[in-house]
């Protein structure tokens, strides 16, 4: 929250000079036709964003800031057309400060002092000036039909990205469910023709892991311990150069075969 102590209008709008004296309490600014009643709130506006609402958007045509920022008798003297703003923020524990900012140079307001915490609170006010409503704005949305009225309310909080947003949204996540969709029937396809494999029916890491291991262990490999996303089931049986890896017999083991080979053919006869 942002209350306002003192403001200072130079030379913008229909203002030629004025300073009200507002204590950081409301008030309301009455007064006939043409007497700167709006350009009080479009001076409030533009010190806190650098903009005005009434200047900018659809249906505004040519109106701009920079041309009809400035009073009409200063319009080629943009930088003399100011509005300075003391406030104060109850929600930072009062601190106060006093912003000045010029037509001519509306995107850099200097703030004094140059806290922080002040010039986030700023800076969010800048991005969500629908504090300020104009009575364009709100005609529009009295006159707007029911069905409408979610677009209109949207518009007079600056909530219009929103709904592109949204739209963006919807449209990653139907794509991502068209890519989904048939990787996971690829999944469950090998998964099905895993548990086949291993005659097991349930799809478990003790289950697959009882199953694989001894058929590991038929092959000479290492059990398994554990399964994880990276586990390979013929982890060790292919070599280097990708093709089956060279297991190694014991010296003894292999002259005992080679020796009961001799034996077997010696006692064979030949015709």
């Given amino acids: 929250m942002i209350r306002i102590e003192r403001i200072r209008i130079q030379k913008f709008r229909g203002i030629i000079d004025l300073e009200l004296a507002l204590g950081g309490e409301n008030f309301a600014a009455c007064g006939p036709n043409g007497t700167g009643k709006s350009g009080i709130v479009d001076a ?29 008798d200063f319009r080629n003297k943009p930088e003399q057309a100011s509005v300075e703003l003391e406030v104060s923020f109850p929600t930072l524990a009062g601190k106060k400060a006093t912003i000045l900012r010029t037509v001519k140079a509306a995107g ?5 002092p ?43 909080l600056r909530l219009e990205d929103v709904e592109k947003l949204r739209g963006v949204l919807l449209k990653i996540q139907n794509a991502a469910s068209k890519a989904v969709d048939p990787l996971e029937r690829v999944a469950a396809d090998a998964r099905t023709a895993l548990l086949t494999a291993l005659q097991i029916s349930d799809f478990t890491k003790t289950a697959v892991l009882q199953a694989v291991n001894p058929h590991r262990a038929t092959l000479g490999l290492a059990p398994l311990t554990d399964l994880a996303a990276t586990t390979a089931l013929d982890d060790g049986m292919q070599s280097a150069s990708g093709g089956l890896a060279a297991h190694s017999v014991p010296k003894a083991q292999a002259k005992a075969d080679i020796a009961a080979m001799k034996e077997q053919l010696a006692g064979l006869e030949f015709r």
């Fill in 108 to 112: 850099s307001p200097k703030v004094t």
């Fill in 44 to 72: 409030i506006e533009f010190a806190l964003t650098g903009n005005i609402s009434r200047l900018s958007g659809q249906g505004t045509g040519d109106l701009s800031v920079p041309k009809h920022g400035p009073h009409v």
């Fill in 114 to 156: 140059s806290d922080p915490d002040i010039l986030a609170a700023l800076q969010a006010v800048s991005l969500h000036p629908e504090f300020v409503l104009s009575r364009r704005e709100l005609i529009r949305y009295v006159i707007s039909k029911p069905g409408d009225r979610a677009k209109e309310v949207q518009a007079l």
